[in-house]
């Protein structure tokens, strides 16, 4: 699974933790890294464990999306 295949996905689906690294292109152990220290896309506990929500991860995409050509001075 890939960045590609989230548009295909229902937002309600729920993915475990390596398939939502997979489509946002970051290792598990930094996904995993990022929910610990609050970071990174909403979850979910689902009998204690960890799912990310298909439409969760693209909202975390579209807010960290940055304006490109801007220069910084």
Do not use: F
Not at 7 to 18: A, I, V
Not at 21 to 35: D, E, Q, V
Not at 41 to 53: E, H, S, T
Request: charged content about 25%; overall charge positive.
């Amino acid at each position: 699974m890939n960045i590609h295949d989230i548009g295909s996905l229902p937002d309600d689906s729920l993915l475990l933790d390596h398939e939502a690294a997979s489509i946002i292109r970051l290792s598990k152990s930094t996904l995993n890294s990022w929910r610990v220290a609050g970071k990174g896309p909403a979850y979910l506990k689902v009998g204690g464990r960890v799912r990310y929500r298909a439409g969760d991860l693209k909202a975390w995409l579209r807010s960290n999306l940055c304006a490109g050509g801007a220069s910084r001075q």
